[in-house]
């Protein structure tokens, strides 16, 4: 079982989005578990609203107990909801707060690998708690990118948070960038490019089509250039995790 997480600190990279169509490409012949930490629950309304607590990231957090939502065939999700925020202010008093997933992954171990053969995390656009608990468990880290003025440089920052996380918790996760909403048009996504093009972790972009926006998967398109482009992308992530 791999875990992926998406994360970077700026709102509008696109996150959310490369979560949902990497978790929908992958349930086409793999298990998957969606995770929404992030407050806004903007990955858990793209399959529905769900009010109950215990199918939720606060009760895996406060309670060590959860009910995945079964979407659909290989998609399950633990959903987010809108009291993330005080969840984190609570969670601030907790002794080794920062290994509460990792607890709860290790304690279900043996169903998780069982059920599951990636867990895919979305993250809120910070460095808080929940995001410390998701990269610290991860395999791979995507950091997300779009042409705009401080996404670069987030994206360095987070490259150099997870070194710090890896050097401190004694963990080994990976790191890969993505550019996103990327148009050859417009001198700020070349430069985007040129910046990544220096960096390893740097895998390729994906465009600016409102398609990829879209509430429906890529892979529920009848785009095919755009599916070939986005499968690509995809396939590396998997080889690097």
């Known amino acids: 079982m791999k ?13 959310t989005t490369l979560a949902y169509n990497l978790a929908e490409y992958l349930k086409q012949d793999q298990r998957v578990l969606l995770m929404d930490f992030d407050d806004s629950t903007n990955l858990t309304h793209r399959y529905g609203h769900y009010t ?12 060590g107990d959860v009910t995945p939502i079964n979407l659909s065939k290989n998609l399950d999700l633990i959903a987010g909801h809108a009291s993330v925020e005080q969840l984190k202010e609570r969670l601030n008093t907790r002794r080794r707060r920062e290994y509460i997933l990792g607890k709860w992954l290790g304690l279900n171990e043996e169903s998780l690998t069982a059920k599951y053969d990636y867990i895919v995390i979305d993250t809120e656009n910070d460095e808080g708690i929940l995001t410390q608990n998701a990269l610290i468990v991860s395999d791979l880290i995507l950091g997300v990118a779009e042409a705009a003025k401080d996404s670069f440089m987030a994206l360095i ?10 050097e401190e918790f004694a963990t080994n996760a990976k790191l890969a960038f993505i550019a996103n909403k990327i148009n050859f048009s417009e001198n700020a ?12 972790e740097y895998l390729g972009y994906l465009p600016r089509r409102t398609k990829i926006a879209d509430e429906k998967p890529i892979f529920g398109t009848n785009d095919t250039a755009l599916q070939k482009q986005v499968r690509g992308i995809f396939t590396r992530i998997l080889e690097v995790a």
């Open 3 to 15: 875990i992926i997480t998406i994360n970077v600190n700026k709102g509008g990279a696109g996150k």
């Open 52 to 63: 109950n607590l215990n199918q939720t990231v606060i009760n895996l957090f406060e309670n």
């Open 157 to 166: 920052a987070l490259k150099n948070f997870v070194q710090e996380l890896n």
């Open 189 to 200: 996504s070349k430069a985007l490019l040129e910046d990544l093009n220096e960096y390893p």
